[in-house]
């Protein structure tokens, strides 16, 4: 199974590849695509990735999860055209308590947000559309670092 | 930096989102002098697509995959790419 996925998420057959009759702790998180954005009316995302990368980098996210804790990961990232509801990105973690399950899972995603190359243009309900810069509020003269 | 005594180098440049709309190019093949870094290969792109000009002056790049410093050396066959504030999730 691959990381990035042009179809919709099946959490529950992610859920499944990390359970086990030891595992006491299932920690999700799915991010959705949501209606609004910074005031303005979204109607759809439209994710790209730079594949090949992409997919090293989430190997990578995942191995230092299970490393670093006693935890088994599930993760994957929607690209392609989604809409308002869709899930775009599901991290789910197993685990034989509920705390490290919890930590390796916010880890998981935040990792996936700074190092994974994944690009959206929102389409807006007026027509227009934008590439997303999480940057671009920070400092508008450095776009450097995620 | 001289190439004269030195073979060349040949690289792949990739552009990603709102890079390779800005630029109006995806990939391109660059050949550089030995001993090149990345900001030698942004210099050539800049040359080569003036639309480059507005990229930032250091922005984020992968060499094969990992994130590198502009001040890297890049190698012959490398795939250097250049990427756009990341904005998954």
């Known amino acids: ?146 | 930096m001289t190439i004269d005594h030195v073979r060349p180098i040949h690289i792949r440049l990739l552009l990603f989102a709102r890079y390779a709309e800005v630029v109006g190019v995806e990939a391109c093949d660059l050949v550089l002098s030995a001993s090149a870094t990345v900001a030698d290969a942004l210099a050539e792109l800049r040359l080569r697509y003036p639309a480059a000009d507005i990229l930032p002056t250091r922005p984020l790049c992968a060499r094969n995959h990992s994130q590198v410093a502009m001040e890297d050396e890049v190698r012959d066959g490398d795939e250097l790419a250049l990427l756009p504030p990341l904005a998954g999730g």
């Open chain 1, 1 to 146: 199974m691959t990381f990035l996925t042009e179809a919709a998420i099946d959490a529950a057959r992610l859920a499944a590849m990390v359970a086990g009759p030891g595992r006491g702790a299932q920690v999700s998180f799915v991010g959705t695509v949501r209606n609004h954005q910074a005031g303005r009316q979204v109607r759809e995302l439209h994710y790209t990735a730079y594949g090949p990368m992409a997919e090293a980098q989430c190997v990578a996210i995942v191995a230092e999860a299970e490393n670093r804790w006693p935890v088994s990961v599930a993760l994957q990232h929607r690209v392609g055209t989604l809409t308002i509801g869709d899930a775009a990105v599901v991290v789910v973690v197993t685990g034989d308590h509920r705390e490290e399950a919890f930590a390796a899972c916010r880890f998981v995603i935040e990792e996936v947000k700074h190092r994974v190359p994944i690009w959206k243009r929102e389409r807006y309900a007026d027509g227009t559309e934008a590439w997303v810069d999480p940057t671009a509020a920070l400092d508008p003269a450095e776009t450097g670092s995620p």
